[in-house]
């Protein structure tokens, strides 16, 4: 599945580095999507783009700064973060009122702060 | 507010035995709902869904039906193989854009 790309997919900082995650879908959707996936947690939603706009932030700490420069492209900007923040973190796309609620994901970033 | 509930893990089958993952939701109002699986080191695939009651969702030999009334959702096949081998997650979606999931059932299956 190609669907939704994810770069890199390791990455290991320290908490005074900055990094970007990427993500890029190809199957002209609109709207995109950041999840935390920790450990024994359940998944959690961080961010909603809709044609770009972000339309939900669900309470997640300014270190992570989201960007989508247009609907194919989404990134998650890192900085200052903290150990507990190591965790797989998921890209997905969909697409409004077409299979609305049909999420894809990508492969995902493994993400380990030192 | 919604939640999901799976059955907890890890599941451990022979290959060729049955297998069922239960599923359970709360929800106000009839939300959509999904079974994911995570293979390892990778992302969420979509597995299969049924977005009204009664409809049932079936891909790769597994199936799951939604069952208003028992406000369920379980995952089932026939005869399972080494390759289905992951962790899979029910989901719902109340609202759009919304999807709620479960903790997630890590299965096993041995040769």
């Known amino acids: 599945e190609t669907g939704v790309t994810q770069t890199p997919r390791h990455l290991v900082m320290g908490m005074t580095n900055k990094k970007s995650l990427k993500c890029e879908q190809h199957?002209?959707?609109?709207?995109m999507y950041w999840y935390k996936q920790s450990a024994k947690k359940p998944l959690e939603l961080m961010f909603v783009y809709n044609f770009k706009e972000q339309t939900e932030n669900n309470s997640v700490p300014s270190r992570f700064s989201p960007e989508c420069p247009n609907s194919s492209h989404l990134f998650l900007h890192l900085h200052t973060l903290q150990p507990e923040d190591s965790a797989l973190y998921l890209c997905a796309s969909s697409h409004p009122g077409l299979e609305q609620e049909t999420q894809y994901f990508g492969p995902g970033t493994r993400l380990l702060v030192l | 507010g919604d939640s999901v509930t799976q059955m907890e893990g890890p599941v451990t089958l022979s290959e060729e035995a049955f297998l069922t993952i239960n599923c359970t939701y709360t929800?106000?109002?009839?939300?959509?709902l999904f079974w994911y699986v995570q293979y390892p080191g990778e992302g969420l695939q979509l597995l299969l869904k049924?977005?009204?009651?009664?409809d049932k969702g079936s891909n790769k030999g597994f199936e799951a039906t939604y069952r208003k009334e028992t406000t369920s959702f379980h995952l089932e096949k026939g005869s399972v193989q080494v390759s289905d081998s992951a962790v899979y997650f029910c989901?719902?979606?109340?609202?759009?854009?919304?999807?709620?999931f479960g903790q997630g059932t890590r299965l096993t299956i041995n040769p």
């Open positions: 199957l002209g959707h609109n709207a």
């Open positions: 929800a106000t109002g009839y939300p959509s």
């Open positions: 989901a719902l979606s109340a609202a759009a854009q919304k999807l709620v």
């Open positions: 049924a977005t009204k009651a009664d």
